[in-house]
């Protein structure tokens, strides 16, 4: 099975902010990654998929990037909205595999 | 609109049984994979199951195979989840998720999800 690893575990961060977020894969995935944000009590929505392709309606401040085992979610000008756990997940092969979480705090 | 409503999660003892429901609309069901994640307290998010628009294939992660089993009725636009042989691991909220495009892919709508304790 590929693992995804995430770092960091948590962020602290203050608004404005540029906040970068790396995903690393046991082997190589090629552009097989999305990216998701998740709030306390709600589903995950998903922002980047296919690696750097930003879905419908999210705001361009979410950037991703990286190919092969090494990717990174980068939010320019963090915005109160944003604080947050953002989890990475693989879907190159099954089982697809989620990041262990990276929380976005206030500084 | 997508929407995905799950429903029949609740409070189940060690080595119990449950079905979750999940009822789809506002996209053509039948044209779709479907798929299970889900998150244990606290925890991070852990992919459980996908099936195929036919039903004529199905993919289970480890931790779950030989005790869920993963179904669909197109013609109710529903998807459903039999677990059996529960145990205390499988607390978690359980999500009815749609891939976007084909079968190994990322999800792109969510349900709000439905809460599954095991405890005695």
């Known amino acids: 099975d590929i693992q995804m690893t995430q770092s960091p575990s948590t962020l602290s961060a203050s608004v404005g902010d540029r906040v970068t977020i790396t995903c690393r894969a046991s082997?190589?995935?090629?552009?097989?990654l999305a990216w998701y944000q998740q709030k306390p009590g709600k589903a995950p929505k998903l922002l980047i998929y296919?690696?750097?392709s930003l879905d419908s309606g999210v705001p361009s401040r979410f950037s991703g990037s990286g190919s092969g085992t090494e990717f990174t979610l980068t939010i320019t000008s963090l915005q109160p909205d944003d604080f947050a756990t953002y989890y990475c997940?693989?879907?190159?092969?099954?089982?697809?595999?989620f990041g262990q979480g990276t929380k976005v705090e206030i500084k | 609109e997508v929407q995905l409503v799950e429903s029949g999660g609740g409070l189940v003892q060690p080595g119990g049984s449950l079905r979750l429901s999940c009822a789809a609309s506002g996209f053509s069901f039948s044209s779709y994979w479907m798929g299970w994640v889900r998150q244990a307290p606290g925890k991070g998010l852990e992919w459980v199951a996908n099936?195929?628009?036919?039903?004529?294939?199905?993919y289970y992660g480890d931790s779950v195979k030989g005790r869920f089993t993963i179904s669909r009725d197109n013609a109710d636009n529903s998807l459903y989840l039999e677990m059996n042989s529960l145990g205390v691991d499988d607390t978690a909220v359980y999500y009815c998720a749609r891939p976007s495009f084909s079968s190994g892919s990322y999800f792109d709508y969510w349900g709000q999800g439905t809460l599954v304790p095991v405890s005695s």
């Open positions: 082997q190589s995935i090629s552009s097989s």
């Open positions: 099936i195929k628009q036919d039903g004529s294939e199905k």
């Open positions: 296919k690696a750097s």
């Open positions: 997940q693989h879907y190159y092969a099954y089982p697809c595999t």
